[in-house]
């Protein structure tokens, strides 16, 4: 009996052994899973509000432009080049994205991203026209690596997911934009100030950076195909699709801030109230997140993303037509039909999402289409507040404004396939 039983015992002790070693590695595996959903769930929350502070930069400005004009008496070459700046600053920073994305990863950037963007809006609230601008261009840098960023963001972390999470990102910018046109004019009357009221907006800037920061901190330095691959921008422009994609996005993008910078001045010219262009500006806004979601869904279905692009840009041309020519109590026809082409930017972020074979060739794609989009865009707000200056009215510079409207049109024919089985090389 006493010499069984020590060998009896340890023949019944050593199964335990990989039994608690397998129970600690599904202990581990099941931690491992919540992690990776609590910062799934997170990451949706971040897109959320990085989608709130992209435009509300923008927009609150483009609602104060005839108050900071009147409070730091400014002339019309600044009141020209000021609503100018962002895309002249997308283009210039966006050009740099891929290479700051190579260096620093993904999530980096886009923290890098929100700390310009919400340190830009915050100092312009210091009374100085010069800090005014400086301020504008730090934040849209801000927002220029944003842009680039965000679909290859999208792309490597919710790729079965493109059109859903990029649908999300563009409704919660229209959603930013509409808060920022309606509230930036009353609060900057609260403050006491324009600028102040342009300045109140970086504190969403400083909830973005706080939820965003988990994100990074638990984000391993994956070696992916960006950090692997270098793929050249300038190298896709000898493709038709890198050419269709960058005009329509070109054509888009000139026309969407030209109306942005100055709906609120066409409507103020025209006699209304600054607050009540401030509300036709939040107004156009609004429309854009019905209709987004209701394009992206049509956009979905096999042969139909011509069908959207075709809406918007026709929307987009008769908006311009009940500016020119409907009278001031019917002036909301006008920027409703104009809220519809707003709805363009999610369908030609969906297709710069799925333009590349990884999330390299989209970061590529992305920065060329944006940087040369931007770049020549410019010319939108710059040359109305020109041509306003020039002829003192707004009837040449929306007529063009059509034409451009008219051009997307025939790109995004050229872009999308007419039959789902046929492709754009």
Same mark, same amino acid.
């Given at each position: ?9 340890p023949?019944?002790l050593?199964?335990t052994k ?6 600690s ?12 959903r609590?910062?799934?769930?997170? @990451? ?5 509000l ?5 435009? %509300?930069g ?14 730091? @008496? ?14 002249? *600053?997308?283009?210039v ?6 290479g700051?994305?190579r260096r ?7 923290l890098?991203?929100? %700390?310009?963007?919400?340190? @830009?809006?915050?100092?312009?609230g ?19 690596l ?31 934009a ?5 509230l930036? *004019?009353?609060?900057?009357r609260?403050?006491?100030?324009p600028?102040l ?14 939820v ?25 422009l000898?493709?038709s ?9 070109l ?18 010219s025209?006699?209304m109230?600054?607050?009540? %262009?401030?509300v ?10 019905? %209709? ?7 956009a ?6 011509r069908t959207?692009?075709?809406i ?59 940087s040369?989009?931007y770049?020549?865009?410019?010319? @939108? ?9 020039a ?5 040449l ?21 007419k ?5 754009t090389?």
């Amino acid at each position: 009996m006493s010499q069984t039983s020590p060998v009896e015992q340890p023949q019944a002790l050593s199964p335990t052994k990989p039994e608690k070693s397998e129970a600690s590695h599904q202990d581990q595996s099941a931690a491992e899973r919540r992690r990776l959903r609590r910062m799934s769930i997170l @990451g949706v929350v971040a897109v959320v509000l990085i989608g709130l502070n992209l435009r %509300a930069g923008i927009s609150s400005a483009a609602a104060l432009f005839h108050d900071m004009q009147l409070f730091l @008496g400014y002339g019309p070459f600044v009141a020209a080049l000021l609503p100018s700046i962002p895309t002249l *600053v997308f283009a210039v920073a966006g050009a740099t994205t891929s290479g700051v994305v190579r260096r620093m990863g993904i999530e980096r950037t886009i923290l890098l991203a929100l %700390a310009l963007l919400t340190a @830009g809006l915050a100092v312009r609230g210091i009374p100085s026209v010069g800090v005014l601008m400086l301020g504008t261009v730090l934040a849209m840098c801000g927002l220029a690596l944003c842009n680039v960023t965000m679909p290859s963001f999208i792309r490597q972390n919710y790729s079965h997911k493109t059109s859903t999470m990029t649908g999300v990102y563009t409704i919660t910018m229209s959603i930013g934009a509409t808060a920022a046109s309606s509230l930036s *004019v009353p609060l900057a009357r609260q403050l006491d100030s324009p600028l102040l009221g342009l300045a109140a907006w970086s504190i969403l800037g400083v909830v973005g950076i706080l939820v965003f920061l988990p994100i990074v901190l638990s984000a391993k330095r994956q070696t992916t195909s960006t950090d692997q691959e270098r793929v050249s921008p300038w190298a896709l422009l000898k493709t038709s699709k890198g050419l269709m994609i960058t005009g329509f996005f070109l054509a888009q993008a000139l026309f969407v801030y030209a109306i942005i910078s100055w709906l609120s001045i066409i409507l103020i010219s025209r006699g209304m109230t600054p607050e009540a %262009a401030g509300v036709m500006l939040g107004l156009m806004q609004i429309v854009s997140v019905p %209709a987004s979601i209701l394009l992206l869904t049509l956009a979905n279905r096999p042969g139909r993303l011509r069908t959207a692009m075709n809406i918007c840009a026709l929307a987009a041309m008769a908006g311009v037509l009940c500016l020119l020519y409907l009278p001031l109590s019917l002036a909301f026809i006008g920027p409703v039909l104009i809220g519809i082409q707003f709805a363009v930017f999610p369908l030609i972020l969906v297709v710069i999402s799925r333009s590349g074979k990884n999330a390299a060739e989209t970061t590529a794609m992305s920065t060329i289409s944006q940087s040369l989009g931007y770049l020549f865009s410019t010319i @939108g707000p710059f040359g109305m507040g020109l041509l306003y200056a020039a002829t003192n009215g707004w009837t040449l510079s929306l007529w063009l404004l059509a034409g451009v409207a008219f051009l997307q049109l025939l790109l995004g024919i050229g872009l999308t396939p007419k039959f789902p089985g046929r492709k754009t090389a």
